[in-house]
């Protein structure tokens, strides 16, 4: 059985979405019950996965027994089986929160349908960062696109339906260039199989070098328009703002961070870091990046609303990763798949803070919240660490991967090396002057004379808040293991 | 010139293609309207199918069936074909979803017009 890990996963999570509109005709009580029992059983297969790895080395799984070149590979290794730990522990999380929350959030009516669609984006997240097959990929991709519109539009306001669309006509204008890619791909190769299609690449390049540089190009435009790569974003304030708490924290902790690992998949694997190296890929990469987490930050000074102050810092936050890739020094690749890591955790338990809040206080004016510290002192405590971890301070986990990206800018070398540094600095006070006047108005504004009261919201929304910062720090003192991981992965990738 | 002119003859579906796709991209991000937006997706979308089973074509060739006299000739590659099947259920889903949601849209804000839609939400918050 432990050999049919990697796809029992992906198909397990993918049934289980499909059952729950039955399970609901049935008892519609059983559906959270038996979503978090699926996502449970997912988050544990992956941790064995990802033990296995570690231990034995990469594995290859061959859909329905046909060989490779003709047949569709998953393919677990150390990214994959890292990224499946992270998805299907932050989505049980966030399961465990929509529990309560989304029944002010969400009409009676819709509420399977959210399980429904947290199952099957979770299934096609994890089948994303295993696959090895280019079209399987692109299906993920598309199961996941069309996912993330519906969670943002079930809130079924006005604000949310409209959100919700000009992410679909995005996300949509961002398909169209990946499957073009991929068609070129299996124009100049012949394979779908991007172990394959990569060999054949490296014997192509030379006969059609702007074949291969068109394809480079639609999967730079159209996995950046589904991260939310800098001037890519527009889609993304909105989206994250009016969704549910639940789907804002999936979305921005998990959703994004996958299409950057399929990215990174896709050039790695088929043109390989000498072909890359050639290309203008990474100076343009890098401009948007560098960009990204200058305007991110600057944009998220003024937000009055809280969600979307979190959501505006996303844009800086998956700059940085952008930069750590386009980077390219070992240093800077591992620094940017920590924080992938370290950013969904921080990302996603922010959003659950704001939900927490809103749940709450029924609004998410940032004006309105003073004093709200001394109400909800679990809540914005934790809100004040992802906080502080965000803007890097040593001892919590976005120090670490912060710290890496900066070594890796150094290790890059030059005027230019030290420059990415000035950024990544410059980004990091950015970040602390949008967080503080949220965390000052919260514990010293206000009325004063509110006594401290415990928080009063139900358990199941504090716990996976309690449990995501306490991630946070753990991580932050002791990230041996994913260190070693991300660092084993970027070797990889850089194939040294 | 003349080889650029040839080379351009041969394989003028693929030019054609990226002229469609293109039209298609500027559609949607150039239109106000929602419904043109959709139909630009869909556009877009067709012109890499076109692409994709154009690769596939042989001059000339058979479909690849056992037992029906392609053994032997050339025959047509069946992958891009099959693949573009895949494509256009994912094609007809964001197409579905889309128009859901453009009816929602309606019900909301009783217009289609993305500009005015967003100076409707602008007054209200």
Redesign the interface.
């Known amino acids: 059985m432990i050999y049919q890990l990697p796809v029992l996963i992906v198909v397990q999570l993918l049934l289980g979405s499909f059952l729950m509109p039955i399970v609901g005709r049935i008892r519609n009580q059983l559906i959270p019950h038996i979503s978090l029992f699926l996502m449970g059983l997912a988050n544990v297969f992956s941790i064995i996965l990802l033990f296995r790895v570690v231990r034995e080395g990469n594995i290859h799984y061959h859909l329905g027994n046909w060989a490779p070149p003709w047949g569709i590979e998953i393919v677990a290794d150390l990214l994959g089986a890292y990224m499946a730990v992270i998805i299907t522990g932050i989505s049980f999380l966030v399961l465990v929160f929509a529990w309560r929350d989304i029944q002010r959030e969400i009409n009676y009516a819709l509420r399977g349908w959210f399980y429904t669609l947290v199952l099957l984006i979770s299934g096609a997240m994890v089948g994303m960062v295993l696959t090895n097959d280019l079209?399987n990929l692109y299906?993920m991709v598309?199961i996941v696109s069309?996912c993330g519109?519906?969670l943002v539009?079930i809130r079924?306001?006005?604000?949310a339906?409209?959100a919700?669309?000009k992410y679909?006509?995005m996300i949509?204008?961002g398909?169209?260039p990946i499957?073009?890619g991929i068609?070129l791909i299996?124009?100049i190769t012949g394979h779908?199989n991007m172990t394959f299609a990569g060999q054949e690449v490296l014997n192509v390049i030379h006969e059609y070098p702007r074949v291969a540089l068109l394809a480079q190009a639609f999967f730079i435009v159209g996995f950046g328009v589904k991260a939310a790569l800098f001037p890519l974003h527009v889609w993304l304030p909105d989206a994250y703002t009016s969704a549910p708490s639940p789907s804002s924290a999936l979305l921005a902790g998990l959703a994004a961070k996958v299409y950057i690992v399929g990215l990174t998949r896709v050039l790695f694997n088929l043109y390989g870091i000498d072909v890359l190296a050639t290309t203008p890929l990474f100076t343009i990469l890098k401009v948007m990046a560098v960009a990204g987490i200058i305007m991110g930050s600057i944009m998220a000074l003024n937000q009055k609303d809280i969600k979307r102050l979190v959501a505006y810092s996303s844009v800086a936050q998956i700059g940085y990763i952008f930069l750590g890739l386009s980077l390219a020094t070992g240093f800077s690749v591992t620094g940017a798949i920590l924080h992938i890591l370290n950013h969904a955790l921080i990302k996603s338990m922010m959003f659950l803070c704001c939900g927490v809040i809103i749940y709450q206080k029924k609004t998410s004016n940032v004006d309105e919240l003073g004093g709200v510290g001394k109400e909800f002192p679990i809540t914005m405590i934790c809100f004040g660490i992802g906080a502080f971890a965000m803007v890097g301070i040593p001892m919590l986990n976005g120090f670490i991967s912060k710290w890496y990206i900066s070594l890796g800018a150094l290790e890059y070398g030059g005027l230019a090396g030290l420059m990415y540094l000035l950024v990544i600095i410059i980004s990091s006070l950015l970040n602390g002057l949008y967080y503080l006047p949220v965390l000052i108005k919260a514990f010293l504004g206000g009325d004063s004379q509110k006594e401290t009261v415990f928080d009063k919201a139900p358990i199941t929304l504090i716990l996976p808040i309690v449990i995501l910062a306490a991630g946070i720090i753990i991580l932050g003192l002791l990230p041996f293991v994913p260190l070693q991981i991300a660092a084993d992965a970027a070797q990889h990738l850089l194939g040294q | 010139m003349a080889e650029a002119l040839a080379a351009l003859g041969q394989n003028y579906f693929f030019y054609y293609a990226l002229i469609l796709?293109m039209v298609?991209?500027y559609t949607?991000?150039s239109h106000s309207n929602?419904l043109k937006?959709i139909i630009g997706?869909n556009i877009?979308?067709t012109s890499?199918f076109l692409?994709?089973v154009a690769?596939g074509y042989v001059e000339g060739g058979q479909a690849p069936i056992m037992g029906r006299g392609a053994e032997g000739g050339p025959y047509m590659n069946p992958?891009?074909s099959a693949?573009i099947l895949?494509?256009i259920v994912?094609s007809v889903?964001?197409t579905a979803?889309?128009l859901a949601?453009?009816v929602?849209?309606y019900h909301?804000?009783g217009t289609l017009d993305a500009d005015e839609?967003v100076m409707l939400?602008g007054e209200?918050q």
């Open positions: 079209f299906v598309e069309l519109p519906a539009a079924n306001n006005r604000l339906v409209e919700g669309f679909l006509v949509a204008l398909s169209g499957l073009f068609a299996y124009m779908l | 796709f298609g991209f949607t991000l929602i937006k997706i877009m979308e890499i692409f994709f690769l992958l891009p693949l895949t494509g994912v889903s964001i979803f889309a949601l453009m929602k849209l909301f804000y839609i939400r209200r």
